[in-house]
């Protein structure tokens, strides 16, 4: 979460931020679809630390989004009835293409994206890709895969070993496989990730490599070497890898070493906007127009 106020000069200023550790994903039930309590209970409790914040900071507009994990849990309803009464706001449930494309709003807030870029974002349950220039979404898709779901999927008996993460890998490939041809044809010039996957695995690069801006297939090649070397997920040690990322570092690993080979990327920059920034700035902007409307 992040709260911000607008100034008389147009300028957003942070009033605080807040990040808890939910793992919403980890509770769905991969046959029934199910939510169990723990995950419920876990994000019930973030939602009200955040109602507290958000009535400490008296704050008037609040736009709280669901993504993978709501689109995807069956019987949802009750659930995200409670969740919004806690929260004391609305919250609605977004598309994979919505997604995607708030994305990229974000990441085009925060970074001149003028010439053609590649946007990822992994998330816990799905992944986001999206080709744009300027302002302009050229192609989109969200795929089911993400950080979550494939570390209880590949990574199940807790092993780093290299059959798992062949398995986690040649399951990217297979699910990016279907856009590669459009995306590959359209081509871009950058390519950028964007959020937690991105951020750990850069982190995770830097502490190797001091300085270090960019992802590269031989890095990842490299950190998943290493993991594998650790062998097990209890034991993974790097520095500057904070431990609620630990636990599924591999499963997201899996999933960006996948897109890097099926869709031949040879580079990679972290993008400082994403979801969160994009749903804010539009915000922002619907009740800019609202107001100059009313005037």
């Known amino acids: 979460m992040v709260i911000v106020e607008k100034d008389l000069f147009g300028t957003l200023n942070i009033l605080h931020r807040e990040k808890q550790k939910v793992q919403l994903r980890s509770g769905m039930d991969e046959l ?86 590649l946007i990822i974002d992994i998330g816990g349950g799905s992944t986001e890709l999206i080709i744009g220039e300027n302002h302009k979404i050229l192609s989109l ?48 010039r950058h390519s950028l990730g964007s959020s937690g996957t991105i951020q750990a695995v850069l982190s995770i690069i830097r502490s190797l490599t001091p300085g270090e801006t960019e992802i590269t297939l031989s890095q990842l090649e490299a950190i998943a070497r290493r993991m594998i070397s650790m062998g097990e997920v209890n034991l993974i040690d790097f520095e500057e890898l904070r431990d609620d990322r630990k636990n599924i570092i591999a499963g997201g690993l899996s999933v960006l070493l996948g897109l890097f080979y099926e869709l031949r990327i040879s580079s990679m920059g972290l993008s400082k906007g994403a979801l969160r920034e994009g749903v804010l700035f539009e915000m922002i902007a619907r009740l800019d127009q609202e107001i100059n409307l009313s005037k």
């Open 32 to 117: 029934s679809g199910q939510l169990d309590q723990a995950s419920q209970e876990r994000a019930l409790n973030c939602l009200e630390q955040f109602s507290i914040a958000l009535e400490q900071f008296e704050v008037e507009h609040v736009d709280a989004v669901g993504t993978y994990t709501l689109r995807a849990a069956k019987e949802i309803e009750n659930f995200l009835k409670l969740a919004s009464e806690v929260l004391t706001f609305p919250i609605r449930v977004i598309s994979g293409e919505e997604e995607a494309r708030l994305i990229y709003v974000g990441a085009s807030q925060r970074r001149d994206l003028s010439s053609k870029h």
């Open 141 to 188: 898709a969200s795929l089911p895969m993400g950080s979550v779901s494939f570390q209880e999927k590949f990574f199940k008996d807790f092993k780093l070993n290299q059959a798992n993460f062949s398995s986690a890998i040649d399951a990217s490939r297979k699910l990016a496989a279907g856009i590669k041809s459009q995306f590959l044809s359209l081509g871009w």
